[in-house]
């Protein structure tokens, strides 16, 4: 095993390496990048200048329609360090990332690290409630529908995850704001945010149940389409070892069916689920949604990465991409070791 994870981690070295240069590439040649767009709010400040002045010289500040010189450009180009050859900027960025040092953002003049430490409480909070709520039902549903395979139970229950399923989380979010948010019927649930403008008046007592009923619309929204999968897996996976013969056989040694299902089947069959569980975490800490954050109004890494896009700020994109391409390929091994673990008979040395 030692050396399987020695191999693994010697591998993702050339893994991030291809990330990072196939990213930083297309980056080179995405048009309007940084200066183009602090020339365009130059500009746009200086017509509106222009508009309040009557188009006449102000304070020395307004220059018509002469618009920005060569000499100026340069010089914006040289901030950003533009100036500097492509294969330069990108071997100072990898000498930065060996030590985390993720750069400074173009637009929040601010450290990328600490961009990412702020937005952070907003994705946990989203992702873990997420994870945790969809394992914690969709894993005993699944069981349920699989001991009780073709019946009322079993139809019903597919036909409500499924319905879940094909809603978008964005629309039953707007369907959650409306009915319950103060849109057209009641306001049972706070509109937007983790905590209240008095969080920090409560006892701590009421500090967590404020944050947990800011916490309901979004993770509703966030949740329920992940119900369907997870079901049906721990289903499909439950009725597979169901038909085994190790399965007659312990029934037929009078075993009840309760020590059948979770001493024998259970284990065997949470195989490919729990394998996923490192990875699922991992993504699910991460892994921001854009439209749910817009909506109800959380300032997360979703959000954070999609207006990072937007303004062409660099080093918040490739940033992020770094920090998240580094704990996925970490989560991938961690499954494979959580795989070994759950089924002793995996030997990954023996695999050539």
Same mark, same amino acid.
């Not at 989380?169 to 649930?189: A, N, P």
């Not at 056989?249 to 689920?273: D, Q, S, W």
């Not at 580094?326 to 089924?343: M, N």
């Given at each position: 095993? $030692?050396?399987?994870?020695?191999?693994?981690?010697?591998? *993702?070295?050339?893994?991030?390496?291809?990330?990072?240069?196939?990213?930083?590439?297309?980056?080179?040649?995405?048009?309007? $990048?940084?200066?183009?767009?602090? *020339? *365009?709010?130059?500009?746009?400040?200086?017509?509106?200048?222009?508009?309040?002045?009557?188009?006449?010289?102000?304070?020395?500040?307004?220059?018509?329609?002469? $618009?920005?010189?060569?000499?100026?450009?340069?010089?914006?180009?040289?901030?950003?360090?533009?100036?500097?050859?492509?294969?330069?900027?990108?071997?100072?960025?990898?000498?930065?990332?060996?030590?985390?040092?993720?750069?400074?953002?173009?637009?929040?003049?601010?450290?990328?690290?600490?961009?990412?430490?702020?937005?952070?409480?907003?994705?946990?909070?989203?992702?873990?409630?997420?994870?945790?709520?969809?394992? +914690?039902?969709?894993?005993?549903?699944?069981?349920?529908?699989?001991?009780?395979?073709?019946?009322?139970?079993?139809?019903?229950?597919?036909?409500?995850?499924?319905?879940?399923?094909?809603?978008?989380?964005?629309?039953?979010?707007?369907?959650?704001?409306?009915?319950?948010?103060? $849109?057209?019927?009641?306001?049972?649930?706070?509109?937007?945010?983790?905590?209240?403008?008095?969080?920090?008046?409560?006892?701590?007592?009421?500090?967590? +149940?404020?944050?947990?009923?800011?916490?309901?619309?979004?993770?509703?929204? *966030?949740?329920?389409?992940?119900?369907?999968?997870?079901?049906?897996?721990?289903?499909?996976? /439950?009725?597979?070892?169901?038909?085994?013969?190790?399965?007659?056989?312990?029934?037929?040694?009078?075993?009840?069916?309760?020590?059948?299902?979770?001493?024998?089947?259970?284990?065997?069959?949470?195989?490919?689920?729990?394998?996923?569980?490192?990875?699922?975490?991992?993504?699910?800490?991460?892994?921001?949604?854009?439209?749910?954050?817009?909506? /109800?109004?959380?300032?997360?890494?979703?959000?954070?990465?999609?207006?990072?896009?937007?303004?062409?700020?660099?080093?918040?994109?490739?940033?992020? +991409?770094?920090?998240?391409?580094?704990?996925?390929? /970490?989560?991938?091994?961690?499954?494979?070791?959580?795989?070994?673990?759950?089924?002793?008979?995996?030997?990954?040395?023996?695999?050539?």
């Amino acid at each position: 095993m $030692g050396a399987y994870i020695a191999k693994r981690l010697a591998l *993702m070295i050339p893994t991030l390496f291809g990330i990072l240069l196939i990213s930083f590439a297309v980056i080179q040649f995405v048009p309007g $990048g940084p200066v183009e767009q602090l *020339m *365009m709010q130059l500009k746009g400040g200086t017509q509106g200048a222009a508009a309040e002045s009557g188009g006449q010289f102000t304070g020395g500040l307004y220059r018509g329609e002469q $618009g920005l010189g060569e000499e100026q450009i340069e010089q914006f180009r040289e901030f950003y360090g533009f100036d500097q050859p492509a294969w330069q900027r990108f071997g100072d960025m990898l000498g930065n990332y060996l030590t985390f040092d993720l750069g400074e953002s173009y637009f929040y003049q601010r450290s990328v690290g600490e961009l990412i430490v702020e937005k952070l409480p907003v994705s946990i909070s989203l992702g873990v409630w997420t994870f945790l709520l969809t394992y +914690l039902v969709s894993i005993p549903l699944g069981v349920a529908k699989a001991v009780r395979d073709g019946s009322k139970f079993d139809s019903i229950t597919s036909t409500v995850i499924l319905v879940g399923y094909a809603i978008p989380g964005f629309v039953l979010g707007l369907v959650l704001l409306v009915l319950f948010g103060g $849109g057209s019927f009641v306001q049972w649930f706070p509109l937007r945010g983790l905590t209240s403008d008095n969080f920090e008046q409560l006892s701590l007592m009421g500090k967590i +149940l404020d944050y947990l009923w800011h916490l309901v619309l979004p993770i509703t929204a *966030m949740v329920v389409g992940n119900f369907a999968v997870m079901t049906m897996l721990t289903k499909n996976s /439950f009725l597979e070892e169901i038909r085994k013969q190790y399965v007659l056989t312990a029934r037929a040694k009078g075993l009840a069916e309760r020590t059948v299902l979770y001493r024998h089947v259970f284990r065997n069959a949470l195989i490919p689920i729990v394998t996923g569980f490192p990875a699922a975490f991992i993504g699910a800490f991460f892994t921001g949604s854009l439209l749910i954050e817009t909506i /109800f109004s959380l300032d997360g890494l979703g959000l954070l990465s999609y207006n990072a896009v937007l303004q062409r700020d660099y080093p918040v994109v490739l940033g992020t +991409l770094y920090v998240f391409s580094l704990i996925g390929l /970490f989560g991938k091994l961690l499954s494979d070791l959580v795989y070994v673990w759950v089924d002793p008979r995996i030997h990954f040395e023996a695999v050539r």
